[in-house]
């Protein structure tokens, strides 16, 4: 199941929307989890709550920072604690550029910092070299038994 | 008690006449018992020597009696005659001789009997001659037995001759003792003179000796003090003798000063007051005068002296002159003027000092304190002193402060002394404040005491207080601001990539349901909302030069500059801007911060110059008000002086978008990033003429 799925965790619907169309238009067909805020997102990677015994095992997980309940700075602190998903690509994609919000990123192990440009056309560029990179040109790690 | 030279030397010449006399006295009385032998001796002779003449008177007569007889010549009796005429007066002087001597005059009687009766007999002979003849007369003769008498008169003769002779050898003896006697009084006498006179040579010599060393030492001692004026004056004030002090006091030799008035130490006003004769009746009156004054020295000079006058007066009372004895107390007196004034200078400062400055001696009790002291704890110096230090603190403290006292007394171990301390003081009113406290030991003489000053910082405490209330506010307020800057930047960008994306949706989605007017609208929300965006970035940077902290380093501008200038250069390669960078820039700044500045100053320049061909653009340094004016010249649009004072406020544009695009807080940030570095900006230019940014660091 869920086999290289992109887990997208984003509280704004429009986004959430514009990211799927930019994904699309770049030809990213990959399944596309949506967890709408930073709980959410934990009981989906190490199925408990809701998820309970279906944890997600996604490819590439897109992470906002400012999330309802559980900030995402403190999802990506979970995701690198926990042995199944501490080798697990993580990009910040934010509307924040603020310094210590990319240093504290880095910090907790993100893979990569990506501030969401307003420009469309810019987005989906983005969203284009991110998924090379990351989903086609990535050796990604080996993939732990799933709990 | 010891005597006066005089005194013992009377009493030893008393003693040597004393004596001489005695000896001449037992000499004199030697002398005439010896003359008295002599006469005796004489005597004895005188007696031995009629008694002689009278036995050879006797024998004559006799022998002439005898011729008579034969012959009947008369002239055979002249020794007769003559015996009968001297013989009574011998044997009277023989009495006269032997006076003393009863023996000698028994004798004599019978000697004197036996005499008689020859003279008596040789009458009788005579008689019978004339008239019986001659045969009677010789029988006479021949009946007399003649020879008997005479041997008889001879024995007489002999025994008081012997008698005589005795008495001779006696006195002989005896006159001798006595000559002796007096030989040894005389030698006796001359030996005690001659000692006593040498006794009294060694006496007197020593005396005498003794007498001129000290006399000696005195005047080298005088002689040699230096900083003593020493010397005496007559009774009418002439100096009379002068000491080496003396001469260096008062800068006279002796021989031109001696004989002279003393006047002549005296300043003229003090002459003119009468003061040097005054001052000698006091002296002569009450036996000693003392003054310090000033005094005059040979070459005119003042000088402050001590001068003791003392009456010099000799046994009998009678006034022989004065001795002065004079100091130069000129340095101690300047000593004494300059550590009045500085003490007068510390008074003053203790006086004026709005703080509390009080001293305390070893038990811890007050003994000072200032004006300052008095409004600080409401006590009066009066009140104060005598207090113990405890009195001006909280109760809580006392011990500690006991404690403290005692343990620096005995170990000389200081917590507070030397350093500023915070405590609390207690006013006389009971109530509390804060102080500052610096406290200072000193020994006087062998006391230890304490001063201290204390600030009443009521007003410092409540000034932090405030201070610290307003830094908690200003860090809330800030911690807000950064609260909306983070808000701002996150969820005001969120709806404009709606607006865009859901534009550009419905352009790629929709675009040929819509005309071209259609299509221009949606592309001009697209455009707003870019701009949008690009406002709030330049916004967030605006406020995050004020947020974060400065890193001061050393920063070669001109790398900034050259950096900035390379990617304006990238933005837009068809342009040709000639730029000209000053090499080695090098200032203490922000090294992100200066870049903003540089990048927004040419980025201006740059973009101001869009319209001109060929631009020029210049970053330089040059000198303004003796501080070092970094500028960025170009030649371009510029703008009118009478709008200079908007270029740097946030938002106040001199030109219009569709001219030139911006945003209109470039410069309001290099403005803050300059005044930051405590620098300042302003700008020169003309419209069409360029424009030129200077800033200071």
Redesign the interface.
Known sequence: MHDRSILLVED?P??EA?TR?ALAKNNIQNEIIVARDGAEALDCLFGTGPHAGQAAAPELVLLD??LPKVDGLEVLRRIRSHPRTRLLPVVIL??????RDVVTGYGLGANSYIR??????Q?VEAVRQLGLYWLILNEPPPKPDAA | MRLSLERRIQIGFGIAVAIILAVAAASLRSTAATVDSAIWVAHTLQARGELEATFADLIEAETGVRGYVITGDTTYLAPYQAARATLGTLVAGLRTLTADNPLQQRRLDSLETLVAARLERFRWTIETRRSGGAAAAGRAVVGDSGTEPMQLVRASVRGMEDEEERLLAQRSAALQARAREARLAAWTGALVAIALASLASVLVGREMAGRHGAEERLRLLVGSVRDYAIYMLDPTGRVASWNRGAQQIKGYVETEIVGQHFSRFYTPEDVAAGRPDATLRAAAATGRHEEENWRVRKDGSRFWADVVITAVRDDRGALVGFAKVTRDLTERRRTEQSLRASEERFRILAVTANDAILSADRQGNITYLNPGAERVFGYSAEEATGRPLTSLMPERFRDAHQAGLERYLATGEARVIGKTVELAGRRKDGTEFPLELSLASWTQGAEVAFTAIIRDITGRKQGEEQLRRYAAQLEAANQELEAFSYSVSHDLRAPLRSLDGFSQALLEDYGDRLDDTGRDFLQRVRAGSQRMARLIDDLLSLSSVTRSELQMDEVNLSVLAAAAVVDLQKSDPERHVTFAIAPDLVARADVGLMRIVLQNLLGNAWKFTGKRPGAHVEFGVTAHDGRRAYFVRDDGAGFDMAYADKLFGAFQRLHGTAEFPGSGIGLATVQRIIRRHGGQVWAEGAPDRGATFYFTL
Do not use: A, I, Q
């Open positions: 704004n429009d986004d514009l169309r920072l400012k934010t509307s924040s550029r603020e310094e969401k440009p307003v420009d469309f056309g987005f």
